[in-house]
């Protein structure tokens, strides 16, 4: 949606929700993030001014996956306090106000972790340890909620399901002779599945880039749930250990892993969660599996114009080590 059309469309729900005809809409922008159709703006009301966030599905899309946006929602109303997060301020899917479903959410004053900025890089180790605790910790709590009570989100997912939904897309992959491993990783992966794991709500891509923390370095919200599901939890730390683990990367982007490791990570969960992981090295397996596999695909997007991300040449790189650490970690 063009800035101008949104900002079109905002006053009018601003002045009805705000039962206020006199407000005013400043400062829409498109946010940052690879995800896109995600903006700020901010209502001006009674001499106040109240920043807002609005995420919104693609247009003429089937309202599922990724692109049902109340996934998001559903998610994040069940959330208790101790895992800092966005509260939803309005949300729903009347198309008179967006032709969509749309949330809307404050804005907050810090940013996500970006690991190869000066800030991050000049942090004090012990700084460090607290901020990946304070994740870890959000993390445990989530996965302590009765995934009953967002049964907006599904049946739980399968293992053996999570395994082979990604073939579709290692076909429509570029550079796919890097995913020549994939194949017998899957096969791996298929042949070793664990016996019993406990099942929740999962983030989907939990990682220092949807981790928004204070300027003082304080867990402000975990973002980004559009991933969200209901399976094994431990997909989770086996996804944030794999984006921690320098043997899984080939890529400039990813090198220098100066946050914590994955294996301090797993070991922070464990205290947290109360009891060992045996089976997390098939889950940190499945991440790299996976996101060798998304690589692929989106550079595939990007190349043909679909959904342009030239970060996406920089991560290619990073496929056949991905692959070969997962190989690794299974066998």
């Known amino acids: 949606?063009?800035?101008?059309?949104?900002?079109?469309?905002?006053?009018?729900?601003?002045?009805?929700?705000?039962?206020?005809?006199?407000?005013?809409?400043?400062?829409?922008?498109?946010?940052?993030?690879?995800?896109?159709?995600?903006?700020?703006?901010?209502?001006?009301?009674?001499?106040?001014?109240?920043?807002?966030?609005?995420?919104?599905?693609?247009?003429?899309?089937?309202?599922?996956?990724?692109?049902?946006?109340?996934?998001?929602?559903?998610?994040?109303?069940?959330?208790?306090?101790?895992?800092?997060?966005?509260?939803?301020?309005?949300?729903?899917?009347?198309?008179?106000?967006?032709?969509?479903?749309?949330?809307?959410?404050?804005?907050?004053?810090?940013?996500?972790?970006?690991?190869?900025?000066?800030?991050?890089?000049?942090?004090?180790?012990?700084c460090r340890i607290s901020m990946a605790r304070q994740a870890i910790n959000a993390l445990v709590e989530t996965h302590r909620i009765d995934p009953q009570l967002a049964s907006y989100l599904g049946k739980p997912i399968s293992l053996q399901e999570d395994v082979i939904r990604w073939d579709r897309f290692v076909e429509k992959a570029a550079d796919s002779e890097k995913l020549n491993l994939a194949p017998k990783v899957k096969q791996l992966l298929l042949d070793n599945l664990p016996a019993d794991t406990p099942v929740g709500i999962f983030h989907g891509d939990f990682q220092w880039s949807n981790l928004f923390y204070s300027n003082s370095f304080q867990l402000l919200a975990v973002i980004d749930w559009e991933l969200v599901g209901i399976g094994s939890t431990l997909n989770d730390i086996g996804w944030f250990a794999t984006f921690n683990d320098p043997v899984a990367w080939a890529d400039s982007n990813h090198s220098d892993h100066v946050m914590p490791h994955a294996d301090k990570l797993i070991?922070?969960?464990?205290?947290?969660?109360?009891?060992?992981?045996?089976?997390?090295?098939?889950?940190?397996?499945?991440?790299?599996?996976?996101?060798?596999?998304?690589?692929?695909?989106?550079?595939?997007?990007?190349?043909?114009?679909?959904?342009?991300?030239?970060?996406?040449?920089?991560?290619?790189?990073?496929?056949?080590?991905?692959?070969?650490?997962?190989?690794?970690?299974?066998?």
């Open 1 to 126: 949606m063009k800035i101008e059309d949104l900002e079109r469309h905002l006053l009018p729900f601003s002045r009805f929700h705000y039962d206020d005809d006199d407000v005013e809409i400043r400062e829409v922008f498109a946010m940052p993030g690879h995800a896109g159709f995600s903006y700020g703006f901010s209502v001006v009301h009674a001499e106040k001014i109240h920043k807002w966030y609005i995420r919104l599905p693609p247009p003429n899309v089937k309202l599922q996956g990724t692109a049902d946006v109340l996934r998001q929602v559903a998610a994040l109303n069940v959330l208790p306090d101790s895992v800092p997060h966005c509260q939803v301020k309005w949300s729903g899917d009347d198309p008179q106000w967006f032709g969509r479903p749309y949330f809307i959410v404050p804005q907050l004053e810090g940013d996500v972790i970006r690991v190869k900025e000066d800030r991050i890089l000049s942090l004090d180790p012990a």
């Open 267 to 331: 070991t922070m969960y464990e205290e947290s969660w109360g009891s060992e992981l045996p089976e997390i090295a098939w889950f940190r397996a499945l991440a790299a599996y996976k996101f060798a596999i998304i690589t692929g695909f989106n550079l595939m997007l990007h190349r043909r114009g679909k959904r342009q991300d030239p970060v996406w040449e920089i991560t290619k790189d990073s496929m056949e080590s991905l692959l070969q650490r997962a190989e690794a970690l299974l066998t």
